[in-house]
């Protein structure tokens, strides 16, 4: 099956820090990417969708200039969270899929963050 | 606006006993509906693609159909390793609206 890594698994940062998170597809190429959000007990929410070489589709009530996201090549994805605050601390998990049709998203195993 | 809803919201079993989880949905132009298998503390793991009524696809002890109108995962004769939440989406036009889940626990 196709394989997503997250890197790092968990941060823990200062508040006011930036934190980057990095996606990638191990096995295949993503035409796109996806990250989410997801609370305790809840389930995934959709922060944004980007395509490789083009500028990420932000979801209502996402802050682009907070969560920066960059698709730079088929296989990597970023996500910076810029200036941190404590009401950032979440799961967040990115999935990609091969294509724009109805392929399968594949996602990676999450990244936990806490901004003390 | 596209709906998912999953019930139960949690779901308790003996090993053994057999049971089915529900995805309903309402949406204008399906194109895929896909279960997923969530542990604590990771990612969902792909567990199934449906494309149309009528199909059904099988995984060990699971086994998925989908309708119309929803979908149901039925789980035979579970073990305590199938505890965990499953996740259903629904993909409209290439982006995916998710069920809040079903977490199931099985008894040993």
């Known amino acids: 099956g196709a394989v997503v890594s997250q890197h790092p698994s968990r941060v823990i940062c200062k508040s006011g820090t930036s934190v980057k998170i990095e996606c990638r597809s191990l096995d295949f190429q993503a035409t796109t990417m996806f990250w989410y959000r997801q609370f305790p007990k809840k389930s995934l929410m959709l922060m944004a969708t980007s395509n490789e070489g083009s500028k990420a589709t932000y979801e209502q009530g996402v802050e682009k200039d907070k969560f920066l996201i960059n698709h730079a090549s088929l296989t990597l994805s970023t996500l910076t969270v810029t200036s941190a605050h404590p009401e950032d601390s979440s799961f967040y998990i990115c999935s990609a899929r091969t294509g724009t049709g109805v392929e399968t998203q594949y996602f990676g195993p999450g990244t936990r963050l806490l901004v003390l | 606006e596209d709906q998912v809803t999953q019930s139960p919201e949690a779901l308790r079993l003996q090993e053994g006993e057999s049971s089915s989880l529900n995805c309903s949905y309402t949406v204008s132009g399906l194109r895929g509906l896909f279960w997923y298998r969530q542990d604590p503390g990771k990612g969902p793991e792909f567990l199934f693609t449906?494309?149309?009524a009528g199909e059904e696809k099988e995984k060990e002890r699971l086994k998925a159909t989908l309708t119309k109108k929803e979908s149901f995962l039925h789980i035979t004769a579970p073990k305590p390793e199938d505890s965990a939440t499953y996740l259903c989406?629904?993909?409209?036009?290439?982006?995916?609206?998710f069920g809040d889940g079903t977490t199931l626990t099985v008894k040993p």
């Open positions: 989406a629904v993909q409209v036009f290439g982006k995916s609206t």
């Open positions: 449906l494309y149309s």
